[in-house]
C-alpha cells in the first residue's frame, strides 16, 4: 500500500519562507517524478514543482522560478519544497504527489495516482 505524507506549511507573512516535505513508502520510484501541486479555493489545483527520481531532473511553475527549490533524499524517499519570498497569492492548499512524470514537449508536470492528505499554506500580507 502507497502512503504519501506531508509535513510542514503554516502561516507566515509576505516574504516569509516555508519548508514542506513528503515520505512515501510502498512504492518503487524508478521513472517516476515526486513534487508538489497546490490548490487555492474556487481554483483548479495545479502543479507547483516536480523532480524526476532517476536523474533529478526538475521542474517548476513559472510562478514558483526563483522562489521555490525542490529537492529529493534517495535514501529516505523524501521530497522537500523550500519555499522563499513568499505572497499572498501563494495562500492555497499543498499536496504531495508520486509517480508523475515530466514531458519532455512541451516541458511539463503531470500528476501520477499517489497524493497526500494536503497542507495548508497561508500568507498573509
Known amino acids: 500500500q502507497v502512503q504519501v505524507v506531508e509535513s510542514g506549511g503554516g502561516w507566515v507573512q509576505t516574504g516569509g519562507s516555508l519548508r514542506l516535505s513528503c515520505v512515501v513508502s510502498?512504492?518503487?520510484?524508478?521513472?517516476?517524478?515526486m513534487g508538489w501541486f497546490r490548490q487555492a479555493p474556487g481554483k483548479e489545483r495545479e502543479p507547483v514543482a516536480g523532480?524526476?527520481?532517476?536523474?533529478?531532473?526538475?521542474y517548476y511553475a513559472n510562478s514558483a522560478k526563483g522562489r521555490f527549490t525542490i529537492s529529493k533524499d534517495n535514501a529516505k524517499n523524501t521530497v522537500h519544497l523550500q519555499m522563499t519570498s513568499l505572497r499572498p497569492e501563494d495562500t492555497a492548499v499543498y499536496f504531495c504527489n508520486a509517480d508523475g512524470r515530466l514531458s519532455s514537449w512541451p516541458f511539463n508536470y503531470y500528476a501520477g495516482d499517489y497524493w497526500g492528505q494536503g497542507t495548508q499554506v497561508t500568507v498573509s500580507s
Open positions: 510502498g512504492l518503487t520510484f524508478g521513472s517516476g517524478t
Open positions: 523532480i524526476r527520481w532517476r536523474d533529478g531532473m526538475s
